[in-house]
């Protein structure tokens, strides 16, 4: 056997971290050589229920359970656990925009069991009855007092309770600076200006009417969250002039911004951290003129048909540990103060996933009306096929 | 039992199934196509002509896949007929049955991951890489039209093949020994004999081809990069993000109706064109 070493330099632990998400080493490596792994098995002692069981200690939740969910956003070893747990595997289904996710469960009949909604989108989902109230007891693992107020509130509506909070985020740009003489940009007015300037087919904007025309929007000094039919038409003039100068419409922005062929990009934090980590002179930059600010939660569907499997996985998402290890697979900071704490130190300082107070105060959370305002839907739609 | 019934219990399984997945469907959706948008999206019965009046705000998506529909049926047939040629001509019996075997092989694996086989291969660091390589710079391959003919061409080569293969391969050879023995020099065979009975697998491949490039969604959302448009790809769009059923009713509707036409008047024109020798020779 290998001595395990007693403890692990800042410096060691982002390189590990990045050797492990490049794929050059295995994750029980990475969990050694770290630490993780063993903070992971004395943490599981300390709490029995944690522990693996032959006799399944949830009882029999069925064979499955469904889960609708954002690509890149869960680490797959936790599911194996889940599995391992409960005897439940889980199918996962991956969605581009909260609309999308919307006009599958409107339409009916879409078997989820989970799903993971953003801040906004809770006010329709139950005015439109498609989404369960949460019963908290058969959630042992939440508790609402280790949770950030600032990204729990929005899971709540007339005081009851429909989502837990999942992660939260920013969104921002990605810019590969080698272009830019090294410098980044921070504004959506430098991002369209230099679009329609030296990166013209260089940059991407999401398939996603919430941040693309938000950002349009705030081009203009307007609210991220406008309805108002004036300055939605100032956006779309905008984005149908910016429009031969777009590399692609799509969010999926990874592989282009990875080989080269984009420069510049709307990106979620998480992304950013990543592209950074892998690529450094790809930065990740907060809008001084406004952006997103969002919280995803953990929500069931009303059409559900296997609730228990259900709360069995929401409550095992929200274990702490299970917890800490999708904030390492995938880069969003989490609103449980439980799981924050056990993060490494080098993450809790890390600007990409925690910005500065300062760069947040001009983010705006999406507002509960983008969802369904026709002529926001519709603008998105002339901007595409324009 | 009767001729009669015997013929309809013969027809029922048919039957059904045209009304149940072609005839219900498709009324539904021209029902929808008068209604209204949901307030939270979704369809709010009504009769109105709105959504048809809306049309134009879809013009750019009609006319993309009106334009590179017909380019990569073109495209596809001029690619396909000289592989067909070959394959059915030229190529021995003991190997036909392999070639024909390989250009199947690909449908063995999912369109969408050998379009993202394309997404590389026209990416920066693909066949551009290899241009500037030799010195033709900055060409830009992926997220144009160019990228979703290529793609769309790519996807549905085998379709054009194989009907003008099962046409050519059927070929009496001795009217072809029969040409070249009162004079006629290869070429003049090919145009006044091989050409003109291929004429019905040329036509069945077109056809199955344009049809499906009419409703093509999933080539040019990989190799447009979103950009490139077709109705199909606005379809998805009303349905799946805006939620405006109506009006992707109506969208749908009209889709129908301009295939409809279109494939009437190619019908016509391929049955005069194949109806008499005269006139196929004369092409």
Same mark, same amino acid.
């Not at chain 1, 997103?292 to 095992?316: G, H, L, M, Q, V």
């Given at each position: 056997?290998?001595?395990?070493?007693?403890?692990?330099?800042?410096?060691?632990?982002?390189?590990?971290?990045?050797?492990?998400?490049?794929?050059?080493?295995?994750?029980?490596?990475?969990?050694?050589?770290?630490?993780?792994?063993?903070?992971?098995?004395?943490?599981?002692?300390?709490?029995?229920?944690?522990?693996?069981?032959?006799?399944?200690?949830?009882?029999?939740?069925?064979?499955?359970?469904?889960?609708?969910?954002?690509?890149?956003?869960?680490?797959?070893?936790?599911?194996?656990?889940?599995?391992?747990?409960?005897?439940?595997?889980?199918?996962?289904?991956?969605?581009?925009?909260?609309?999308?996710?919307?006009?599958?469960?409107?339409?009916?009949?879409?078997?989820?069991?989970?799903?993971?909604?953003?801040?906004?989108?809770?006010?329709?989902?139950?005015?439109?009855?498609?989404?369960?109230?949460?019963?908290?007891?058969?959630?042992?693992?939440?508790? !609402?007092?280790?949770?950030?107020?600032?990204?729990?509130?929005?899971?709540?509506?007339?005081?009851?309770?429909?989502?837990?909070?999942?992660?939260?985020?920013? +969104?921002?740009?990605?810019?590969?600076?080698?272009?830019?003489?090294?410098?980044?940009?921070?504004?959506?007015?430098?991002?369209?200006?230099?679009?329609?300037?030296?990166?013209?087919?260089?940059?991407?904007?999401?398939?996603?009417?919430?941040?693309?025309?938000?950002?349009?929007?705030?081009?203009?000094?307007?609210?991220?969250?406008?309805?108002?039919?004036?300055?939605?038409?100032?956006?779309?003039?905008?984005?149908?002039?910016?429009?031969?100068?777009?590399? !692609?419409?799509?969010?999926? =922005?990874?592989?282009?911004?990875?080989?080269?062929? !984009?420069?510049?990009?709307?990106?979620?934090?998480?992304?950013?951290?990543?592209?950074?980590?892998?690529?450094?002179?790809?930065?990740?930059?907060?809008?001084?003129?406004?952006?997103?600010?969002?919280?995803?939660?953990?929500?069931?569907?009303?059409?559900?048909?296997?609730?228990?499997?259900?709360?069995?996985?929401?409550?095992?998402?929200?274990?702490?540990?299970?917890?800490?290890?999708?904030?390492?697979?995938?880069? =969003?900071?989490?609103?449980?103060?439980?799981?924050?704490?056990?993060?490494?130190?080098?993450?809790?300082?890390?600007?990409?996933?925690?910005?500065?107070?300062?760069?947040?105060?001009?983010?705006?959370?999406?507002?509960?009306? +983008?969802?369904?305002?026709?002529?926001?839907?519709?603008?998105? %739609?002339?901007?595409?096929?324009? | 039992?009767?001729?009669?019934?015997?013929?309809?219990?013969?027809?029922?399984?048919?039957?059904?199934?045209?009304?149940?997945?072609?005839?219900?469907?498709?009324?539904?959706?021209?029902?929808?196509?008068?209604?209204?948008?949901?307030?939270?999206?979704?369809?709010?019965? /009504?009769?109105?002509?709105?959504?048809?009046?809306?049309?134009?705000?879809?013009?750019?998506?009609?006319?993309?896949?009106?334009?590179?529909?017909?380019?990569?049926?073109? %495209?596809?047939?001029?690619?396909?007929?000289?592989?067909? =040629?070959?394959?059915?001509?030229?190529?021995?019996?003991?190997?036909?049955?392999?070639?024909?075997?390989?250009?199947?092989?690909?449908?063995?694996?999912?369109?969408?991951?050998?379009?993202?086989?394309?997404?590389?291969?026209?990416?920066?660091?693909?066949?551009?890489?290899?241009?500037?390589?030799?010195?033709?710079?900055?060409?830009?391959?992926?997220?144009?039209?160019?990228?979703?003919?290529?793609?769309?061409?790519?996807? =549905?080569?085998?379709?054009?093949?194989?009907?003008?293969?099962?046409?050519?391969?059927?070929?009496?050879?001795?009217?072809?020994?029969?040409?070249?023995?009162?004079?006629?020099?290869?070429?003049?065979?090919?145009?006044?004999?091989?050409?003109?009975?291929?004429?019905?697998?040329?036509?069945?491949?077109?056809?199955?081809?344009?049809?499906?490039?009419?409703?093509?969604?999933?080539?040019?959302?990989?190799?447009?990069?979103?950009?490139?448009?077709?109705?199909?790809?606005?379809?998805?769009?009303?349905?799946?993000?805006?939620?405006?059923? /109506?009006?992707?009713?109506?969208?749908?509707?009209?889709?129908?109706?301009?295939?409809?036409?279109?494939?009437?008047?190619?019908?016509?024109?391929?049955?005069?064109?194949?109806?008499?020798?005269?006139?196929?020779?004369?092409?």
């Amino acid at each position: 056997m290998t001595k395990q070493p007693d403890h692990i330099s800042k410096k060691q632990f982002m390189e590990e971290l990045q050797r492990y998400k490049k794929g050059s080493v295995t994750r029980r490596h990475f969990l050694n050589v770290t630490g993780l792994g063993a903070a992971t098995a004395v943490i599981g002692a300390a709490v029995p229920g944690l522990m693996p069981r032959p006799a399944f200690a949830a009882g029999d939740i069925g064979d499955r359970v469904v889960l609708a969910t954002w690509p890149n956003y869960h680490d797959p070893d936790n599911f194996d656990a889940f599995t391992e747990a409960t005897g439940a595997h889980v199918q996962m289904n991956v969605f581009g925009s909260n609309e999308e996710m919307l006009a599958k469960l409107q339409a009916g009949a879409t078997g989820w069991d989970v799903y993971v909604p953003t801040n906004y989108t809770f006010e329709d989902y139950v005015k439109e009855d498609l989404i369960e109230p949460l019963d908290v007891s058969r959630l042992p693992n939440y508790d !609402a007092s280790a949770f950030d107020p600032r990204y729990a509130e929005a899971g709540s509506v007339n005081g009851k309770l429909y989502g837990v909070p999942k992660n939260w985020g920013s +969104t921002g740009m990605a810019i590969n600076t080698k272009h830019n003489g090294g410098k980044g940009i921070s504004s959506w007015k430098e991002f369209f200006d230099i679009t329609m300037d030296k990166f013209s087919g260089r940059t991407v904007v999401h398939d996603y009417q919430l941040t693309t025309i938000g950002s349009a929007l705030n081009y203009y000094g307007y609210s991220f969250n406008s309805v108002d039919e004036k300055e939605l038409a100032d956006a779309e003039k905008l984005l149908i002039e910016v429009k031969p100068h777009l590399f !692609a419409i799509t969010s999926d =922005y990874q592989p282009p911004m990875r080989n080269g062929d !984009a420069w510049l990009t709307i990106c979620w934090s998480g992304d950013g951290k990543q592209l950074n980590t892998d690529i450094p002179e790809i930065a990740y930059a907060l809008g001084t003129d406004g952006g997103e600010i969002w919280s995803d939660y953990w929500a069931i569907p009303k059409s559900s048909e296997r609730k228990d499997a259900a709360y069995a996985f929401i409550n095992f998402m929200l274990d702490p540990n299970v917890n800490a290890k999708e904030v390492l697979a995938h880069g =969003y900071p989490t609103a449980d103060s439980r799981t924050y704490d056990m993060l490494p130190e080098e993450l809790k300082n890390d600007p990409i996933m925690f910005p500065a107070q300062e760069l947040l105060s001009p983010l705006e959370f999406g507002a509960a009306v +983008t969802l369904t305002d026709p002529n926001r839907a519709e603008l998105m %739609a002339r901007f595409k096929s324009a | 039992m009767t001729q009669r019934t015997r013929n309809f219990l013969l027809l029922a399984p048919a039957g059904t199934w045209f009304l149940l997945m072609l005839i219900v469907p498709l009324s539904v959706v021209f029902i929808f196509s008068f209604g209204e948008r949901g307030s939270a999206g979704g369809y709010v019965p /009504a009769f109105t002509f709105e959504q048809y009046a809306n049309l134009p705000a879809r013009w750019a998506a009609f006319r993309n896949t009106m334009t590179l529909a017909p380019i990569g049926t073109l %495209a596809a047939l001029l690619i396909a007929y000289p592989l067909a =040629y070959f394959l059915a001509v030229k190529v021995s019996d003991k190997w036909k049955m392999m070639l024909l075997v390989l250009v199947i092989v690909p449908f063995w694996t999912s369109i969408l991951i050998r379009s993202y086989a394309w997404i590389f291969l026209l990416g920066g660091r693909g066949i551009p890489a290899l241009l500037e390589w030799i010195g033709i710079e900055s060409v830009r391959l992926i997220n144009t039209p160019f990228a979703v003919l290529v793609g769309i061409v790519y996807g =549905y080569l085998p379709l054009m093949v194989f009907p003008i293969y099962v046409s050519l391969d059927r070929l009496d050879k001795r009217l072809l020994e029969a040409s070249s023995d009162l004079g006629a020099k290869p070429w003049r065979t090919f145009l006044q004999i091989t050409l003109p009975l291929s004429i019905p697998g040329v036509a069945t491949g077109c056809m199955l081809v344009f049809i499906l490039l009419m409703g093509e969604y999933l080539i040019p959302m990989l190799l447009g990069g979103g950009k490139v448009f077709f109705v199909g790809n606005a379809l998805v769009d009303l349905f799946l993000q805006s939620r405006n059923w /109506a009006f992707g009713s109506a969208v749908a509707v009209t889709l129908v109706v301009v295939m409809l036409i279109t494939v009437t008047i190619y019908m016509r024109f391929i049955s005069r064109v194949s109806g008499t020798r005269e006139d196929v020779a004369l092409i």
